[in-house]
């Protein structure tokens, strides 16, 4: 079983590649990952405020509680022996050293600080989540293009099974360091629609269109057509006017379409040149 994947890994490893890039450009970075959840649950509630007390005789060092919420903020007092260890100990860590907090460690001055900055850690773990999430949508996006794909001497190309309006498609493809399809000859022609039928599917949009100029059609990266196309008996017709994009058909032909449609599409990806 795995020879063969790897097989296919190795054949398709311009699309990996294409895959890790992406992964830069969004940053993902699960070694980010802080290691203690220290401060996702709080159990403890901060108690009513005390009176200000006399600075008392050192106290015996308490063991640490779990890390409580920051409580209200308390007359700025002199830095030194922790007293009156019984009634801090309610409150939360405060009393505590600095090395509570990970993420004081190494950053914080002195022993004043005894109070998680659990903001920033928050925050921290909200952009992981959207970094994970991202990286599944990837990792289904690389499952596919392994499962189904068809080449040329010059590129891959890929259905996309998801139901996109014509300028959905063509940034989903752009995204991904392709483009949306753009058949010059009936080789690559052929290959797209023995793609498209062996898929089941009956049409897909390909990456031309006559946006600009009505009867003027140029290629996604608006190149004209030059000597070949393969339009559908009849088409490209555009009464309504409203029949910008096109599609292929299953058979290979053309029929020029609306753009706002939503319906699969197939992008196309360049091979490294040597
Ligand atoms: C037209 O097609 C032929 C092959 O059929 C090709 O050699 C030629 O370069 C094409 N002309 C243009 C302008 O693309
Ligand atoms: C061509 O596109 C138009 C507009 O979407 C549609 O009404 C027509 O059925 C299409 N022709 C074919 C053969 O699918």
């Not at 398709?12 to 890039?21: D, K, Q, R, W």
């Not at 039928?197 to 949009?205: N, T």
Request: charged share 30%; with cysteine.
């Amino acid at each position: 079983m795995s020879s063969m994947k790897e097989q296919q890994l190795r054949k398709y490893g311009t699309v990996v590649m294409l895959f890790i890039f992406q992964v830069q450009i969004f940053g993902l970075d699960v070694d980010n990952r802080p290691t203690t959840e220290v401060c996702s649950t709080h159990t403890i509630l901060p108690g009513p405020k005390g009176d200000e007390g006399e600075k008392g005789d050192r106290g015996e060092m308490g063991k640490p509680g779990k890390v409580g919420p920051k409580g209200p903020k308390g007359n700025k007092g002199v830095v030194g022996d922790v007293g009156d260890q019984g009634i801090i100990g309610k409150i939360g860590p405060i009393g505590g050293k600095g090395k509570f907090c990970p993420l004081c460690q190494g950053s914080c001055a002195s022993r004043a600080c005894t109070v998680c900055d659990c903001g920033r850690y928050r925050k921290v773990v909200g952009q992981l989540d959207i970094n994970v999430a991202r990286l599944k949508t990837s990792m289904k996006f690389v499952k596919n293009v392994i499962a189904g794909i068809r080449e040329t001497d010059e590129k891959f190309y890929y259905i996309v099974k998801e139901e996109k309006s014509y300028r959905e498609a063509l940034t989903h493809c752009r995204i991904r360091g392709g483009m949306l399809a753009m058949p010059r000859d009936e080789a690559t022609n052929a290959v797209i629609a023995d793609y498209i039928s062996k898929s089941g599917l009956f049409r897909v949009f390909i990456g031309l269109n006559d946006m600009e100029k009505e009867g003027h059609f140029v290629y996604a990266d608006n190149t004209p057509l030059q000597n070949y196309s393969n339009w559908k008996e009849g088409e490209p017709r555009d009464t309504s006017g409203h029949e910008d994009c096109v599609e292929m058909l299953s058979t290979g032909e053309w029929n020029d379409s609306e753009c706002h449609l939503t319906i699969y599409f197939i992008c196309e990806f360049l091979k490294k040149r040597k």
